[in-house]
């Protein structure tokens, strides 16, 4: 009984760890996917930027 109680304890810090890393690679999925969009736009700010310094 006792033995038991320490696998299942053991089982949920691994199941609460793998959500923990699944989700910080979620958010660097999603930080990487928002920085590609927002590429671009920083392109245009510059050489709108540009533009009107010249």
Same mark, same amino acid.
């Given at each position: 009984?006792?033995? =038991? ?9 691994? #199941?609460?760890?793998?959500?923990? #890393? =699944?989700?910080?690679?979620?958010? =660097? ?6 920085? =590609? +969009? +927002?590429?671009? #736009? ?7 930027? +540009?533009?009107? +310094?010249?």
């Amino acid at each position: 009984m006792d033995g =038991q109680s320490g696998e299942y304890r053991e089982d949920m810090t691994e #199941v609460s760890f793998g959500g923990i #890393v =699944q989700f910080a690679d979620f958010g =660097q999925t999603i930080f990487s996917a928002v920085s =590609q +969009l +927002l590429r671009p #736009v920083e392109l245009v700010v510059e050489r709108i930027n +540009l533009t009107c +310094l010249f």
